[in-house]
C-alpha cells in the first residue's frame, strides 16, 4: 500500500496556482478543493474537511459562468442549443481531461485505496476536483475571480466547441438539444408529397417524445427535415409535455 499523502506546501502548489492563473490569498482553501472524500475518511482525527462542498459551489458556479459566456457570444442561438452548448463544456468527462492537463492529480490528497487502483488521475477524480478549485477560487476572489480562471482553463474547449458547431447542421444541433434536456432523440415522418416528381414538395414533421415540434417543406425529404429541425430549435423550448429521460 503506497504511504499516506502529505499536505503540501505553498510553495509546492505554485506551479498549479500558475497554471490556473490566480494566486490564492487563502491557500488553504485551494488546500481544501484538491482533499479527496478518500483522504478525509482515512485521516485520524481531527478529520479535514473533504471537496464535496467546494465541488458543489463551483459546479454552480461553472455553470452559471459558461452559461453566460455563451449567451453574450451566440445571440442567433435558441435555449436549446445554449443548453447542449453548456453541457458539453461543464460536463465531468471534459472537466477531468481539462484537470489532467492542469496536473490536478498531481497534487490532490486521496486516499490509499483510490491511490492503490489509479485514482489520483481518475477522470470523475480530477473533474470534482477542478469543480472544488473554482469554487475555492470564488470563495477566496470572488465571482469575477472565478469568472477569469474559469474562462482560462476552458479556453480550448469553448474554441472547440465554436468550431465543432461551425460544423453541424440543424438536424445534429436538435439532436444534442433534445437529448440534452429530454434524453430524448428527435423523430422525423413525412406527412405530405405533392407536386409533380420533376417538382415535387416535401412535408416533414419532428417530434420529441409524443409532441411535434417543428415542420418543414423542401424540395428533398432531407431538405424539409433540416427545416424541420431548424424550426424545432428556432421555438426551443418545445410547447409540449415531454417526458424527460432523465
Do not use: C
Request: aromatic share 4%.
Amino acid at each position: 500500500m503506497p504511504p499516506a499523502p502529505t499536505v503540501e506546501a505553498p510553495s509546492e502548489l505554485a506551479a498549479l496556482q500558475d497554471r490556473l492563473g490566480y494566486q490564492f490569498a487563502n491557500i488553504e482553501l485551494l488546500r481544501k478543493a484538491l482533499t479527496h472524500t478518500s483522504h478525509a475518511n482515512e485521516a485520524i482525527d481531527p478529520r479535514p474537511e473533504s471537496n464535496e462542498r467546494l465541488e458543489f459551489l463551483g459546479d454552480a458556479a461553472l455553470e452559471l459562468i459558461v452559461a453566460d459566456a455563451l449567451y453574450r457570444a451566440h445571440s442567433d442561438v435558441s435555449e436549446g442549443e445554449l443548453t447542449a452548448m453548456r453541457s458539453a463544456v461543464v460536463r465531468l468527462d471534459t472537466l477531468g481531461r481539462v484537470g489532467l492537463v492542469l496536473g490536478i492529480g498531481d497534487h490532490i490528497l486521496i486516499g490509499r485505496g483510490e491511490e492503490a487502483t489509479g485514482g489520483r488521475h481518475r477522470g470523475t477524480i480530477i473533474g470534482r476536483a477542478l469543480e472544488a478549485i473554482i469554487g475555492a477560487i470564488y470563495l477566496d476572489g470572488g465571482v469575477e475571480a472565478a469568472r477569469g480562471a474559469s474562462m482560462r482553463v476552458l479556453a480550448d474547449e469553448m474554441r472547440r466547441l465554436d468550431e465543432t458547431r461551425a460544423l453541424k447542421d440543424d438536424r445534429s444541433r436538435l439532436q444534442e438539444a433534445a437529448q440534452s434536456e429530454f434524453g430524448l432523440t428527435p423523430s422525423y415522418r413525412m406527412v405530405a408529397a405533392v407536386g409533380p416528381d420533376h417538382a415535387k414538395e416535401f412535408s416533414v414533421e419532428v417530434s420529441i417524445g409524443e409532441g411535434i415540434v417543428g415542420r418543414g417543406v423542401g424540395r428533398t425529404k432531407q431538405q424539409a427535415s433540416q427545416r424541420a429541425a431548424h424550426d424545432a430549435l428556432g421555438r426551443w423550448p418545445p410547447d409540449v409535455k415531454v417526458t424527460r429521460g432523465r
